[in-house]
């Protein structure tokens, strides 16, 4: 197959990076893609969310299967453009993508499905948000942003001043824009935070082995939320019964109301998991690979991908059978830009990556990337996603954060304690 991975995130190198050794692919390209995923794929100068550019090119190219990365291409309907002319995409429409585009709609849709998430309200207007505030009993409270916010439109507050703080951010400040024109206002739960993928065709639901993202800026989960500064894959916190009752209480009454609701759901699911006292509970639902989780669940991953997704593209996926994985685990550790999850400044060289790949076992996956000249330079604030396996956890952080000395560039930095929450799992049985 000739295989197209719109995005250009450290996801989308992941999934090129895979698809490139996955036996059913020959060739791979990525739009726009980035340094990285410029040493697996042929990178083609199209942005992600130009949907009518991105059909011209798998037409003449003949493209047999299109992988969507990023949310915003889903929102934005690429999937329904592909499928208007007859090609294969591995992704949501438009309407199902509104699982992930709209904090609200999902909200309401999990109530319907009687899915286990936290209670909630909404709101239109700052007054009526600032009047919910000031008339409640003061607890902690999570604001979210209603559309897309690259992940950073969530605030979990721990009093009422810092809730009408969020607000005030989202509602009046527009931090983000026409995505914050609806907040969702929720109460705070509290456990441990898994990540779910799951492969889903319409009706079959294929899980992928769980993992653990590591949200907060700073080690000891401390400072503010980010797109994630690492994962680690898998998560002793998911047990097989865990993951039973998750795939029963979640996953299946989701699938099942998005078809009551004439939004049949193919793509990945994301479910963001908090395991409370209660049980597991629904933080967020996203509706693609997470970044960076899907780094080191690809690592682990022995199927053909590309065999899995274009299964999943045609329905078909009950006939793929259970996905095979490497026994190691695998650590992720996202090097960041200065200043992020803030402002940053681009175009620092970066060194070191080919010491990096010298590392046994790990791999550099690229995030915000660039190639300027013979250099490659930072072009965002996740800059890299350094991955590595190992025999148990220690080893694989070992080998992980043993490729991460190697790079270097100005203002560079990273969390030092990724996967240690593993451990304790462990250490807890």
Same mark, same amino acid.
């Given at each position: 197959?000739?295989?197209?991975?719109?995005? !250009?995130?450290?996801?989308?190198?992941?999934?090129?990076?895979?698809?490139?050794?996955?036996?059913?692919?020959?060739?791979?390209?990525?739009?726009?893609?980035?340094?990285?995923?410029?040493?697996?794929?042929?990178?083609?100068?199209?942005?992600?969310?130009?949907?009518?550019?991105?059909?011209?090119?798998?037409?003449?190219?003949?493209?047999?299967?299109?992988?969507? &990365?990023?949310?915003?291409?889903?929102?934005?309907?690429?999937?329904?453009?592909?499928?208007?002319?007859?090609?294969?995409?591995?992704?949501?429409?438009?309407?199902?993508?509104?699982?992930?585009?709209?904090?609200?709609?999902?909200?309401?849709?999990?109530?319907?499905?009687?899915?286990?998430?936290?209670?909630?309200?909404?709101? @239109?207007?700052?007054?009526?948000?600032?009047?919910?505030?000031?008339?409640?009993?003061?607890?902690?409270?999570?604001?979210?942003? $209603?559309?897309?916010?690259? &992940?950073?439109?969530?605030?979990?507050?721990?009093?009422?001043?810092?809730?009408? $703080?969020?607000?005030?951010?989202?509602?009046?400040?527009?931090?983000?824009?026409? @995505?914050?024109?609806?907040?969702?206002?929720?109460?705070?739960?509290?456990?441990?935070?898994?990540?779910?993928?799951?492969?889903?065709?319409?009706?079959?639901?294929?899980?992928?082995?769980?993992? !653990?993202?590591?949200?907060?800026?700073?080690?000891?989960?401390?400072?503010?939320?980010?797109?994630?500064?690492?994962?680690?894959?898998?998560?002793?916190?998911?047990?097989?019964?865990?993951?039973?009752?998750?795939?029963?209480?979640?996953?299946?009454?989701?699938?099942?109301?998005?078809?009551?609701?004439?939004?049949?759901?193919?793509?990945?699911?994301?479910? &963001?998991?908090?395991?409370?006292?209660?049980?597991?509970?629904?933080?967020?639902?996203?509706?693609?690979?997470?970044?960076?989780?899907? !780094?080191?669940?690809?690592?682990?991953?022995?199927?053909?991908?590309?065999?899995?997704?274009?299964?999943?593209?045609?329905?078909?996926?009950?006939?793929?059978?259970?996905?095979?994985?490497?026994?190691?685990?695998?650590?992720?550790?996202?090097?960041?830009?200065?200043?992020?999850?803030?402002?940053?400044?681009?175009?620092?060289?970066?060194?070191?990556?080919?010491?990096?790949?010298?590392?046994?076992?790990?791999?550099?996956?690229?995030?915000?990337?660039?190639?300027?000249?013979?250099?490659?330079?930072?072009?965002?604030?996740?800059?890299?996603?350094?991955?590595?396996?190992?025999?148990?956890?220690?080893?694989?952080?070992?080998?992980?954060? !043993?490729?991460?000395?190697?790079?270097?560039?100005?203002?560079?930095?990273?969390?030092?304690?990724? @996967?240690?929450?593993?451990? @304790?799992?462990?250490?807890?049985?």
């Amino acid at each position: 197959m000739k295989v197209l991975v719109i995005g !250009q995130g450290g996801r989308e190198h992941a999934l090129c990076w895979k698809l490139k050794n996955s036996p059913s692919v020959e060739r791979v390209y990525c739009a726009p893609g980035n340094a990285g995923t410029a040493l697996e794929a042929t990178n083609v100068d199209i942005a992600a969310t130009d949907v009518e550019q991105l059909v011209k090119f798998a037409k003449s190219e003949r493209i047999d299967l299109t992988v969507v &990365g990023p949310e915003a291409s889903l929102v934005a309907g690429v999937v329904d453009a592909f499928q208007a002319v007859g090609l294969r995409i591995f992704g949501p429409t438009k309407k199902a993508a509104e699982l992930e585009g709209s904090k609200l709609f999902s909200k309401e849709l999990m109530r319907k499905a009687n899915v286990p998430t936290a209670e909630f309200r909404s709101f @239109s207007r700052f007054q009526d948000a600032v009047m919910y505030l000031e008339e409640r009993e003061e607890t902690p409270l999570v604001v979210k942003a $209603d559309g897309l916010a690259s &992940g950073k439109g969530v605030f979990v507050c721990k009093n009422r001043q810092e809730a009408l $703080d969020a607000v005030k951010q989202i509602m009046v400040d527009q931090a983000f824009g026409a @995505s914050g024109n609806k907040i969702v206002m929720e109460e705070c739960l509290f456990g441990d935070e898994a990540s779910i993928l799951a492969i889903v065709d319409g009706n079959t639901i294929l899980t992928l082995e769980a993992s !653990q993202d590591h949200k907060r800026a700073q080690d000891g989960d401390a400072g503010p939320n980010t797109g994630g500064m690492g994962a680690y894959c898998p998560t002793p916190l998911i047990t097989d019964k865990l993951m039973d009752q998750i795939v029963e209480k979640v996953l299946v009454p989701t699938i099942h109301f998005m078809n009551v609701e004439e939004r049949p759901f193919k793509g990945c699911l994301y479910a &963001g998991i908090m395991v409370t006292n209660q049980g597991p509970k629904v933080l967020e639902f996203n509706v693609r690979f997470g970044d960076p989780e899907t !780094q080191p669940v690809l690592m682990r991953l022995k199927s053909d991908l590309g065999e899995l997704l274009k299964a999943a593209a045609d329905g078909k996926l009950a006939e793929f059978g259970p996905a095979e994985w490497d026994p190691r685990p695998a650590v992720c550790v996202v090097m960041a830009a200065e200043g992020y999850p803030g402002p940053v400044k681009k175009g620092a060289v970066i060194r070191g990556l080919e010491d990096a790949a010298e590392i046994a076992d790990a791999k550099v996956f690229h995030a915000g990337t660039a190639r300027k000249g013979n250099d490659v330079v930072t072009d965002g604030g996740r800059v890299l996603g350094v991955t590595a396996l190992g025999a148990d956890f220690a080893e694989a952080k070992l080998n992980a954060y !043993q490729a991460v000395k190697c790079v270097r560039w100005q203002g560079g930095w990273c969390r030092k304690d990724i @996967s240690d929450r593993a451990r @304790s799992y462990l250490a807890e049985g």
